[in-house]
């Protein structure tokens, strides 16, 4: 069972910058009545995404300086960092439930950047593959995935794979 982790200046470069995996910072106050009502569904994702995403809680009033590094106007806060870099926030709690039904923006927010970094080749080429038959696209599947190939339109419209010729 993981529940986020406590982060502060001292840590964050080795907890949250230098993280092999993305890191989704929770910035928040013990008197943020807002913070408090966001935490469990906070709980929640750490315990979804363990392994995958780690979650992080930084208190502004115990780390003003990460406050002004990261510009925290507003708390809650949540930043999501991917290879020590800032790539996507959401200020306030009434954005984390705005999005999806059940968890909301912030859990959209966190399975876009996964699939982007989880995504093979093959998982590519089979989503190309499903958002061409959506479309009434035929698509013959064999081949599909091996190196050296590419997708060819044959002149009877069907989509299929071919060798690639080297040069």
């Known amino acids: 069972m993981s529940k986020p982790i406590n982060v502060t200046e001292a840590d964050f470069e080795e907890l949250v910058e230098n993280s092999s995996i993305p890191v989704m910072v929770d910035f928040w106050a013990d008197w943020c009545g807002p913070c408090k009502m966001i935490a469990p569904t906070l709980d929640q994702l750490a315990e979804e995404y363990d392994g995958k995403v780690l979650f992080a809680k930084v208190d502004v009033d ?7 590094k990261f510009f925290v106007r507003s708390i809650p806060m949540n930043v999501i960092f991917k290879d020590g870099k800032p790539v996507d926030q959401i200020v306030g709690a009434i954005d984390v439930f705005a999005g999806d039904a059940d968890i909301g923006l ?26 061409l038959e959506k479309f009434g696209v035929k ?16 002149e009877d419209g069907v989509y299929r794979f071919q060798a690639q010729e080297t040069t």
């Open 106 to 131: 912030l859990k959209s927010k966190l399975n876009r950047l996964f699939k982007q970094i989880t995504l093979s080749k093959r998982d590519e080429i089979e989503e190309a593959y499903s958002n």
């Open 62 to 68: 115990s780390n003003p300086n990460l406050s002004v």
């Open 139 to 154: 698509v013959n599947r064999e081949g599909a995935g091996t190196l050296g190939t590419k997708m060819v339109v044959g």
